[in-house]
């Protein structure tokens, strides 16, 4: 069974702090590995998909990548609109349709 | 903005009530997925459309809870017997079917109340 784990569970940052979010899964084959955003009482928000280890995304102060057995979200020079709960999820190559979460980092940049 | 949209946002309703939550997903996306999420949890998957076709359906889903995708656009979520372990955001969420992509765009939540 896919699984996926989110650390750390919370993360407080001052704005201008750079850090890291970490996303460790475990699936039979790789289809995708996809992070969302999520603001309170809100669907999340669509970031990044990454196929392969090696590949890196950026956009704007986000920066992810992947390896064979987990993701890292990087936040360079954190804003305060960057708060926010960040989820990862991944797809299997035997059930391409369903995604698997993780429970999420939830991030507070404080100005 | 075209968006998928879900109707309602809210529901209150006392336990033993039958609810029902509509999703309209974005217009050229042919794949549409229901998830649960509670608190502190991420989205757990409930059932998945391709077109009209229900494809899966997670074993953790009960005989209560039944969705519906009758002409491959809308889907409907129709949950029996409601009881107060069913609170929870109910999300809906679309996709484009390929071999590249398979993010998935989520509507805003229905957010169900079981008193």
């Known amino acids: 069974e896919d699984q996926v784990t989110q650390s750390p569970e919370a993360l407080r940052l001052q704005e201008g702090e750079s850090s890291s979010l970490n996303c460790s899964y475990t699936v039979s084959g790789l289809r995708g590995l996809f992070w969302y955003r999520q603001d309170p009482g809100k669907g999340p928000e669509f970031l990044f998909t990454l196929y392969s280890a090696g590949e890196e995304k950026e956009k704007e102060r986000l920066k992810a990548t992947l390896t064979k057995k987990e993701s890292f979200l990087h936040i360079t020079a954190p804003k305060p609109e960057d708060s926010a709960t960040y989820l990862c999820a991944v797809q299997d190559t035997a059930n391409a349709g369903k995604s698997t979460f993780g429970d999420g980092t939830t991030l507070t940049v404080k100005p | 903005d075209t968006g998928v949209s879900q109707d309602p946002r809210h529901k209150i309703t006392k336990r033993g009530q039958n609810v029902t939550f509509r999703c309209d997903p974005i217009?050229?996306?042919?794949?549409l997925y229901w998830y649960r999420q509670t608190l502190g949890q991420g989205p757990e998957f409930l059932t998945y459309f391709q077109n009209e076709a229900q494809l899966e359906k997670s074993r953790l889903l009960s005989d209560r809870f039944s969705a519906e995708r009758p002409k491959g656009s809308f889907s409907t979520l129709e949950i029996q017997r409601t009881e107060q372990g069913d609170s929870a955001m109910y999300l809906c969420?679309?996709?484009?079917?390929?071999?590249?992509?398979?993010?998935?765009?989520f509507g805003p939540g229905t957010r169900l109340t079981v008193l």
């Open positions: 969420a679309s996709s484009r079917r390929g071999l590249a992509g398979g993010e998935q765009f």
């Open positions: 217009s050229e996306h042919n794949r």
